[in-house]
């Protein structure tokens, strides 16, 4: 009876074993220490970033102003996102957190998207947005989300933010990294170096090779 048991908790064991893993690496590591500021100016590449001495950190380390004020759209989307992560606030460095504010103009676009380290939720300051995502079943999931309210961007998963209005708008968004990345959808695929071959986006498309040079065009760097 005891060996049966035995043989029936084994495999339960191991289920737990391997949840327990992937939810350990389903996001940064834990903090091993109480601060670990992010010493920018090493140039050792390690998961993150090596620690500041002790000694040289401050509480500027720990703060940001960046967020305070509306930033200056002047780009043809209309949106403009300003990151408060460990770049920015090298004391984030280990604590598994960061926060971005998007300001909109009328008609702004935040254009499609994916942050493969992170979830983000998105609280709305002032204006009204149309917000989805796109599951990996193909389904888009969409809202209009106004003043003070949240909206959820599961982690890896393409979204977007649009401001329909005749009014500026602006979010404050809370990604759980202290880095999660962004890789914009067109800009990824139609401005990469070395460039995605253009039989490759013709056939993905289903345009001629022509019309992929065009979009390719419109990406290419201002001279």
């Given at each position: 009876?005891?060996?049966s048991?035995?043989?029936?908790?084994?495999?339960?064991?191991?289920?737990?074993?391997?949840?327990?893993?992937?939810?350990?690496?389903?996001?940064?590591?834990?903090?091993?220490?109480?601060?670990?500021?992010?010493?920018?100016?090493?140039?050792?590449?390690?998961?993150?970033?090596?620690?500041?001495?002790?000694?040289?950190?401050?509480?500027?380390?720990?703060?940001?102003?960046?967020?305070?004020?509306?930033?200056?759209?002047?780009?043809?989307?209309?949106?403009?996102?300003?990151?408060?992560?460990?770049?920015?606030?090298?004391?984030?460095?280990?604590?598994?957190?960061?926060?971005?504010?998007?300001?909109?103009?009328?008609?702004?676009?935040?254009?499609?998207?994916?942050?493969?380290?992170?979830?983000?939720?998105?609280?709305?300051?002032?204006?009204?947005?149309?917000?989805?995502?796109?599951?990996?079943?193909?389904?888009?999931?969409?809202?209009?989300?106004?003043?003070?309210?949240?909206?959820?961007?599961?982690?890896?998963?393409?979204?977007?933010q649009?401001?329909?209005?005749?009014?500026?708008?602006?979010?404050?968004?809370?990604?759980?990294?202290?880095?999660?990345?962004?890789?914009?959808?067109?800009?990824a695929?139609?401005?990469a170096?070395?460039?995605?071959?253009?039989?490759?986006?013709?056939k993905?498309?289903?345009?001629?090779t022509?019309?992929?040079?065009?979009?390719?065009?419109?990406?290419?760097?201002?001279?």
């Amino acid at each position: 009876m005891l060996r049966s048991m035995a043989t029936t908790r084994a495999p339960l064991l191991l289920i737990l074993l391997l949840a327990a893993t992937t939810a350990t690496f389903a996001a940064d590591p834990d903090p091993l220490q109480d601060i670990c500021v992010a010493d920018l100016n090493n140039t050792i590449k390690v998961n993150g970033f090596v620690c500041k001495p002790a000694a040289a950190v401050t509480a500027e380390d720990f703060a940001f102003k960046g967020l305070a004020k509306p930033a200056v759209i002047n780009n043809t989307l209309g949106a403009v996102v300003t990151v408060a992560n460990v770049e920015k606030i090298p004391g984030l460095n280990t604590l598994g957190v960061s926060l971005a504010r998007i300001d909109y103009a009328p008609g702004g676009l935040n254009p499609p998207h994916t942050h493969p380290r992170a979830t983000e939720t998105v609280f709305v300051l002032y204006g009204a947005l149309d917000v989805g995502f796109i599951t990996t079943a193909n389904k888009l999931i969409t809202k209009t989300i106004d003043v003070g309210e949240i909206f959820v961007f599961p982690r890896g998963l393409i979204h977007f933010q649009k401001n329909n209005g005749d009014k500026p708008a602006a979010v404050i968004s809370g990604f759980n990294s202290q880095l999660p990345g962004t890789q914009p959808i067109a800009a990824a695929l139609f401005s990469a170096s070395p460039p995605v071959p253009d039989n490759v986006l013709s056939k993905a498309f289903q345009i001629s090779t022509k019309e992929v040079e065009k979009i390719k065009s419109r990406f290419a760097p201002k001279s």
